[in-house]
């Protein structure tokens, strides 16, 4: 008798992770999902805020004083409403709904982002990418995607924020091998989507529910899939908006603190000490923001 076929593994149990309130800047709920205790990414994903959807007055939005990055690239996606970016590098971007910010901090980098004075709503998610080692300290970049490929999967909108997907390939510069998809449903919707099984994925429900493979995942309630699936069945509910993370996962260790991803507890530690130095040569200054650079918190592990 000849040997069957080696099967595949069945796929690892859904992962839940509860969204928990965070602080940005302003009046707008955040939600946040990663990192979080024995999560800390998928793929080189790894920081995920769901701000909004938030109705509020004129100049009561959001307000994210001048703060810095070392190590990652924050990655804006923005929904509803209007925010002005601003960098130590001389950018000045309004990003509107349906646009990209992306912005490499490398070595570091420091920017505000602000509410324009007549808005009144927010939507966003704003996640980070964690960079390879080998351009962890590379010069920082910013760059602004106003147009990102977009269409129709069953009766979902389908928009390719990062990587590639479906055939498509998403204009945003990446340093590892990531997708980011935003899908909207206005009604019923049972789809299918195509995964890579060297890939680990998450989806995370920004408004409305999902189900999938039996289980109910409800607004801000992150499902972590592991890799080793080839495919994705899921049935959204009217009204739904999720975001699809994947990657290959991480073979390296990162350190997240505050705003800074580092190789190090040590390369973490340096890059505050530069900031409370007074920025230095290392991170420069924001032009035409008119608030108080942001105070990094201590870090936990001194004096312990």
């Keep these: 008798m000849k040997p069957g076929k080696p099967q595949r593994p069945p796929p690892p149990p859904i992962e839940r992770i509860a969204a928990r309130s965070a602080e940005i800047g302003g009046s707008i709920p955040v939600r946040r999902v990663l990192p979080v205790r024995g999560r800390r990414t998928i ?16 100049g009561a939005g959001m307000r994210v004083g001048a703060h810095p990055h070392t190590g990652l690239q924050t990655f804006t996606w923005l929904i509803e409403g209007e925010v002005l970016h601003r960098d130590s590098l001389g950018n000045e971007q309004l990003i509107r709904p349906g646009q990209v910010n992306l912005m490499t901090a490398g070595r570091g980098v420091v920017h505000t982002e602000e509410s324009l004075p007549g808005e009144r709503r927010l939507h966003a998610a704003q996640l980070w990418i964690a960079l390879p080692p080998e351009v962890a300290g590379c010069a920082p970049a910013f760059e602004h995607h106003p147009a990102l490929p977009q269409w129709r999967i069953g009766g979902c909108r389908a928009t390719l924020l990062a990587g590639s997907f479906g055939g498509q390939v998403a204009p945003t510069r990446l340093h590892s091998p990531l997708v980011g998809l935003d899908l909207m449903s206005p009604e019923n919707a049972a789809i299918g989507l195509p995964l890579d099984p060297s890939f680990e994925y998450g989806i995370l429900p920004l408004t409305g529910e999902v189900h999938l493979g039996g289980e109910r995942i409800a607004a801000d309630e992150l499902a972590y899939l592991g890799s080793g699936r080839n495919a994705l069945a899921l049935d959204l509910a009217p009204g739904t908006r999720l975001l ?8 390296e260790e990162i350190v997240i603190w505050w705003n800074f991803v580092g190789g190090s507890k040590e390369d973490v530690a340096q890059a505050q000490r530069d900031w409370e130095s007074g920025y230095g040569e290392r991170f420069g200054r924001v032009a035409g923001y008119d608030g108080e650079p942001l105070k990094a918190p201590p870090l ?4 312990r």
């Excluded at 936990?300 to 004096?303: L, Q, S």
């Design 300 to 303: 936990p592990w001194v004096g």
């Design 244 to 251: 699809l993370i994947g990657g290959e996962p991480r073979r």
């Design 43 to 58: 793929g080189a994903w790894c920081f995920l805020d769901h701000a909004g959807p938030a109705s509020f007055a004129p």
